[in-house]
């Protein structure tokens, strides 16, 4: 199995700072065939349903704000919020689709600082 | 609008059984792979199971092989989740998400609770 590791757990940022997030990959999750990350970044709210915000480790979902970005390839992603407003508050999952079992990070803890 | 509508949740002893369904709606759910995702309250997402679009293939996470079935009814646009010898550490919200790679609509949910 593909084991997908976030850090750091949680993250304390302030109104309008940048906010970072990691997630590695035990192995790659590029297919070389279409050279594709096959990665996600999940917003969850707390009693909400996750929502996808990034996909193809850097393709943004429609609707999600561009304060919200991906990047990365191969093991190493990152999704960044350039400037964190109060409605991101929420807890964050990568997730690769590279292969079942399609594992999810365990997630990163957002607040505001 | 799209929408996926679980339901089936409840209380079970260990060992007994569960089905739950998850209906769609606002899109036709026999061109879309589904899956399951499980996630105890407070903890993190775990993939189930997945049922690609005509039913003709589905995967199970370790943890529940042999014990839970994923099906599909595309004429009634619902998905299943047949879950027996249930544990307690089936104890978690289920949802059902659809998307062959990415997840892109999630339901809200339905809560297992699995105890004597």
């Known amino acids: 199995d593909i084991v997908m590791t976030q850090s750091p757990d949680s993250l304390a940022v302030s109104l309008g700072e940048r906010a970072t997030i990691n997630c590695k990959a035990s192995?790659?999750?590029?297919?070389?065939?279409?050279?594709?990350?096959?990665l996600a970044w999940y917003q969850q709210k707390s009693g909400q349903p996750p929502k996808v915000l990034i996909y193809w480790a850097s393709t943004r979902e429609s609707g999600v704000p561009d304060r919200f970005s991906g990047s990365g390839s191969g093991t190493d992603f990152t999704l960044t919020i350039s400037s964190l407003q109060a409605e991101d508050v929420a807890i964050y999952y990568c997730q690769q689709y590279y292969d079942a079992p399609y594992t999810f990070g365990q997630g990163t803890k957002l607040e505001i600082k | 609008e799209a929408q996926l509508v679980e339901s089936g949740g409840g209380l079970v002893q260990p060992g007994g059984s569960l089905r739950l369904s998850c209906a769609a709606s606002g899109f036709t759910i026999s061109t879309y792979w589904v899956h399951w995702v499980r996630q105890v309250p407070g903890k993190g997402l775990v993939w189930v199971s997945r049922i690609n679009s005509d039913g003709s293939s589905t995967s199970y996470a370790d943890s529940v092989k042999g014990r839970f079935t994923i099906s599909r009814d595309n004429a009634k646009n619902t998905l299943y989740l047949q879950m027996n010898s249930l544990r307690v550490d089936d104890t978690a919200v289920y949802f059902c998400a659809r998307g062959a790679y990415y997840f892109d609509l999630w339901g809200r949910g339905t809560l297992v609770s699995v105890s004597s």
């Open positions: 192995q790659s999750i590029l297919y070389s065939s279409n050279k594709k990350n096959y």
